[in-house]
Antibody, heavy 124, light 106 residues
Framework: QLQLQESGPGLVKPSETLSLTCTVS??????????WAWVRQPPGEGLEWIGSIYSTGSTYYNPSLKSRVTITVDTSKKQFSLNLSSVTAADTAVYSC????????????????WGQGTLVTVSS | DIQMTQSPSTLSASVGDRVTITCRASQSISSWLAWYQQKPGKAPNLLIYKSSILESGVPSRFSGSGSGTEFSLTISSLQPDDFATYYC????????FGQGTKVEIK
C-alpha cells in the first residue's frame, strides 16, 4: 500500500526558507508513470498546486510561486523535497505531498494519491 | 494560466437528492479534468478523472461529464457520507484547482 509521509518544521520565521520532505513507501518513486507534487491549503481555503517533479528531475512550478520554489528528488532515499524561500504569513498552510499518475502516453497526469499533510505556520 | 471556476460555492441538500456541481475552465482543457472529495482534516480523495472516468472503488452514484470548458459532477442520490467539499482540477496545462463546493446538510 502506497504511503506518502511529509516531514519538516511546523514553524518557520518570516523571510526564512520553508523546507519539507516527502518519503514514499510501498511504491516506486522512479517509475516513469508518475510525477510527484506538492500542494498546499491555507486554513479554511482551497487547494493550490505548488510544483511537481518527474523521476528524471524535470520540474514544473506554479508560475505564481516559481521565483521562490525548488523541488528536488532523491530516488535512492525514495524522497522528494520542497524549499519555499522568503516566506510570509500568507504561506501558512497545510502542505501535502502527492502522486500524479499518467493514464496514458499523453503526459497528462492527475493526482491519485495524497499524504495526510503537515501544517506549517509562518510566524516570528 | 488556466483558471477554474466552480458553482455553486455552497450547496444545501438532503439525503437522496440529485446534486450537480459545475466547473468552468477559462480556456479549453479538452477532457483533462478531475474531481476530488475532501472531508475536514483529511486528504482529498480522487473521484473522477479525464472528465468522466470513475476511479476504482468510487461509488457509481458519482458521475462526471463535459469537455472543452464546461464540466459537471453529479451525485445521483446523495448519501450521508457525501457531505464534504468537492474540487475540480484541470491538468491540461500544469495543474489548477477550482475554489471548491461545500455540500452541506439542508
Amino acid at each position: 500500500q502506497l504511503q506518502l509521509q511529509e516531514s519538516g518544521p511546523g514553524l518557520v520565521k518570516p523571510s526564512e526558507t520553508l523546507s519539507l520532505t516527502c518519503t514514499v513507501s510501498g511504491g516506486s518513486i522512479s517509475s516513469t508513470s508518475y510525477y510527484w507534487a506538492w500542494v498546499r491549503q491555507p486554513p479554511g481555503e482551497g487547494l493550490e498546486w505548488i510544483g511537481s517533479i518527474y523521476s528524471t528531475g524535470s520540474t514544473y512550478y506554479n508560475p505564481s510561486l516559481k521565483s521562490r520554489v525548488t523541488i528536488t528528488v532523491d530516488t535512492s532515499k525514495k524522497q522528494f523535497s520542497l524549499n519555499l524561500s522568503s516566506v510570509t504569513a500568507a504561506d501558512t498552510a497545510v502542505y501535502s505531498c502527492a502522486r500524479q499518475i499518467m493514464g496514458d502516453s499523453s503526459g497528462h497526469a492527475h493526482f491519485d494519491f495524497w499524504g495526510q499533510g503537515t501544517l506549517v505556520t509562518v510566524s516570528s | 494560466d488556466i483558471q477554474m471556476t466552480q458553482s455553486p460555492s455552497t450547496l444545501s441538500a438532503s439525503v437522496g437528492d440529485r446534486v450537480t456541481i459545475t466547473c468552468r475552465a477559462s480556456q479549453s482543457i479538452s477532457s483533462w479534468l478531475a474531481w476530488y472529495q475532501q472531508k475536514p482534516g483529511k486528504a482529498p480523495n480522487l473521484l473522477i478523472y479525464k472528465s468522466s472516468i470513475l476511479e476504482s472503488g468510487v461509488p457509481s452514484r458519482f458521475s462526471g461529464s463535459g469537455s472543452g470548458t464546461e464540466f459537471s459532477l453529479t451525485i445521483s442520490s446523495l448519501q450521508p457520507d457525501d457531505f464534504a467539499t468537492y474540487y475540480c482540477q484541470q491538468y491540461s496545462s500544469y495543474w489548477t484547482f477550482g475554489q471548491g463546493t461545500k455540500v452541506e446538510i439542508k
